[in-house]
């Protein structure tokens, strides 16, 4: 049954040998000088790209630098090394790789103003609180790139793959978080780094295993090899669940400030012409943006229309299209 679904999903005339696998995904095998050159300068010019497309918010920009970024190499070359149940130097490159990343990330947040909204940046914001979904998306793009480096016929959707895959910019989020002292938000993007790095081995590991990788070439017992699947696996399950939880938590902060809208909008009823902007959660301080032609109703009425409505002692700000900040004070108080 196995064989036969592995004879569909890669016939034995377009299966790549183990010996072609190691060849492209182990960088301390064949041609090392050769190799490990084309890997650090395409990984440092890949990350000086990103670096310029986080800064500049251009996703044509960091999509390019995903196009040819080379970590996803030595992070299949993980996968591969961990089915036969041999030593590989690949996470020492993929390690090395990230901290360079994250360095030249930490250099370049330099140039930012100390006023900078990082939030502001759609290229930092969308990757600085991973959700499941990243997780599930990673998953499916392991499982593509595995089977596309098995196969002969199919070696044209590898660049696709890389642009599915986030790998070196949430890197120089990290870095550029760090440099600017937000510790939470480098923690966010270093979250999705690692699930999209775990996604990428596990999917990998179960491609290359159900193959035949696992033992092609050479005997070797299995009772290792499941171990390195559960230990994998655990470790892939507790990544999960803290997406899964900031998920929920993403969920309930939209339908708060979904709430907080109403309760404004509601607010301003009484003042002709006025009207809500937006309303954003940022480091745990709700912000009320309106428009107003004249001056604004008493905040007491709306911190009171907001109790039941959003969690009891959150702090409320009114920012108006003059720029002034209203302290309205906490939700409960």
């Excluded at 049954?1 to 060849?23: G, I, K, N, V, Y």
């Excluded at 301080?285 to 409505?309: C, E, F, K, N, S």
């Amino acid at each position: 049954m196995l064989s036969s679904l592995r004879d569909r999903a890669l016939p034995d005339h377009q299966r790549r040998t183990l010996e072609e696998l190691e060849e492209d995904l182990d960088l301390s095998y064949g041609d090392t000088r050769a190799k490990q050159s084309a890997f650090w300068s395409m990984l440092f010019l890949s990350a000086v790209i990103a670096a310029g497309g986080v800064l500049t918010d251009s996703t044509a920009t960091v999509i390019g630098a995903m196009i040819i970024a080379p970590l996803s190499t030595p992070i299949m070359g993980i996968a591969l090394g961990a089915v036969q149940r041999r030593r590989s130097t690949a996470a020492l490159f993929v390690l090395a790789g990230g901290l360079l990343v994250v360095v030249l990330g930490a250099l370049f947040s330099l140039v930012l103003p100390a006023s900078y909204d990082l939030l502001s940046n759609s290229q930092i914001s969308s990757r600085t609180s991973p959700g499941l979904m990243d997780l599930v998306a990673a998953l499916a793009t392991g499982f593509a790139g595995a089977l596309a480096l098995s196969r002969r016929d199919v070696a044209a959707v590898l660049p696709g793959v890389a642009i599915a895959i986030s790998l070196v910019p949430p890197l120089v989020v990290t870095g550029v978080c760090l440099g600017q002292a937000a510790w939470w938000l480098a923690l966010g993007s270093s979250v999705l780094f690692l699930s999209n790095l775990l996604a990428l081995v596990f999917a990998g590991m179960m491609v290359f295993g159900g193959l035949g990788y696992a033992t092609a070439g050479r005997g070797r017992k299995t009772g290792g090899a499941r171990r390195t699947y559960l230990a994998l696996g655990l470790l892939f399950g507790a990544v999960g669940v803290l997406l899964a939880a900031n998920t929920a938590a993403t969920v309930l902060v939209q339908l708060w400030t979904t709430r907080a809208a109403n309760s404004a909008t509601r607010w301003l009823a009484a003042s002709p012409g006025a009207s809500v902007v937006n309303v954003s959660a940022q480091s745990r301080t709700l912000y009320i943006q309106v428009r107003a032609p004249g001056d604004l109703p008493p905040v007491d009425t709306l911190l009171a229309d907001l109790q039941g409505q959003i969690p009891d002692g959150v702090p409320v700000v009114v920012v108006t299209n003059e720029g002034r900040q209203l302290q309205a004070g906490r939700v409960g108080d």
